[in-house]
């Protein structure tokens, strides 16, 4: 057969697969619309006074800064920086976006270079009856080979559209990973400080108790007291003398926390000082709408992503049920000598034109498409409970606040008449209408309702925290976060 000839068929055979490959198989994704609400709480709940809700406003700084406290600002600086589920979160998105090259690079003519030396004998039952017999020799062969599969129904392209949204669902991943470890970092931080500072104001309560019973132990063993006051003031002693090892530990366990999220053991690490007193309320609070959260929140992006991703793999269950063309092309040169390879007598080609259908499979082909449509399914439920979820957070933020708003204004008023009655015990005192018993217990009762004061306002920097994390957090973009600093990859390959 003449080349030109041989040629010709397989031209006309790739043209029609370029043309006949312009269609895809499967639904083209389209994201679900956004739900038609305008408001995360009821008429009914109120939302915070004091902290000004700016509705329809994202958040455009990192919002842990709005707390002003440089300590605060270093530990979430060390976290980001040091974190090693970060580090990881940053290689699986680089091997899920190598994965999106190299699903690219198969859908193109794949072309390579063969090179072959052997030797071989032949028995003499190759020929049949006439026994010749051919002595062994030894070959060598070397050319190029390609080979292509048009994406006749689009299957491949749906392979990687599957796969490039499977590298913006490890994006969002770690996006989402990002916002969660950053809000944990700041609500275990401010959880950290405030413990200390209830824990600075306990050892004054316990200070005073102990005084108390000592005047009490007095005046008992000098007859105007009674064994009742005795038992009652060392009962208050030992009480709040039992509130003190918890705050301990829980200091201890915060502290713990946030050295692992700074990428360290707890033996090696100590946070930086932060002054729960300088702790500043953020006075503004940015309130996404909910149409635009859908948008920005890194979980539902993810999970959008993953509907897309599940789309995506219907496409290609629905290619496997057509047929596929496989072309191939080898020229090579084949010599019993090595000086032979150059001769242009040599040569030796071959062109292949391949069609595979499936005929019976026992329906395991239209079994996969079913089944990559439940997937589809279940996955836009998950898209559709993760939204809801996001409002619930938001709204559960919302709400917070506006009870810790009362709370604290409550609080506020217990610690001014406190402060109040205990100047009044005071002047009484000075004026010998008071005994000293009196003063001190006015003292206790300022310092508890002080520490009363400082649950509530860790509470309310809390859920100012919680609705941060709840509206999606900070953006990433920009932020270092991969390997970790002084490492080198081909060392850790190493390991």
Known sequence: MNRTKAVLPLSLLLSSSLLVSACSSGPNFSKPDAPQIGAYTSKEEVL??????????????????????????????????????????????????????AESGSLLPQAALGATAGRQKYGAALFGPAN???????????????????????????????????????????????????????????????????????????????????????????????RMDMLSADKQLTADQALLPPLLQRLSVSRHALAIFAGHAPANWLPPDLDYNRLTLPQQLPLSLPSDLVKQRPDILASAADLHAASAAIGVATANLYPQITLSANM?????????IFNASNNAWALAAGVSAPLFDGGRLTAQKRGAEHVYRASLARYRQTI????????????????????????????????????????????????????????RGWEKAQWDQIRI????????????VALGGSPMAGKNVGILPGEDLSAVADK
């Open 48 to 101: 915070p006074i004091q902290q000004r809700i700016v509705l329809g406003k994202r958040i455009e700084t990192d919002w842990w800064t709005l707390f002003s406290s440089p300590g605060l600002n270093t530990l979430i600086r060390q976290t980001v920086n040091n974190n090693y589920s970060l580090a990881a979160a940053r290689e699986t998105l680089a091997q899920a976006e190598a994965s999106v090259q």
């Open 132 to 226: 010749f017999n051919i002595p062994p020799f030894t070959y060598y062969e070397v050319g190029p080979a390609l080979s292509w599969t048009p994406d006749l129904f689009g299957g491949g392209r749906r392979a990687l559209e599957r796969q490039q949204a499977l590298a913006e669902y490890q994006a969002d991943q770690m996006d989402a990973l990002y916002v969660a470890l950053t809000g944990d970092t700041v609500t275990t931080a401010l959880d950290m400080a405030a413990t200390g500072a209830e824990i600075s104001v306990l050892r004054t309560i316990v200070a005073e108790d102990q005084k108390i019973l000592t005047l009490v132990k007095s005046a008992y063993a000098a007859g105007s007291s009674t």
């Open 332 to 340: 090579m040169q084949e010599a019993l000598t090595p000086a032979g």
């Open 388 to 443: 809801l979820v996001a409002f619930r957070q938001v709204a559960d933020a919302l709400t917070a606040l506006a009870q810790d708003e009362d709370a604290a204004a409550l609080a506020d008023h217990a610690v001014s008449t406190a402060r109040t009655s205990l100047e009044l015990v005071r002047m009484s005192y000075r004026a010998g209408a008071t005994g000293l018993i009196d003063l001190h217990n006015a003292q």
């Open 457 to 468: 306002r860790q509470q309310r920097y809390l859920d100012s925290a919680r609705l941060f």
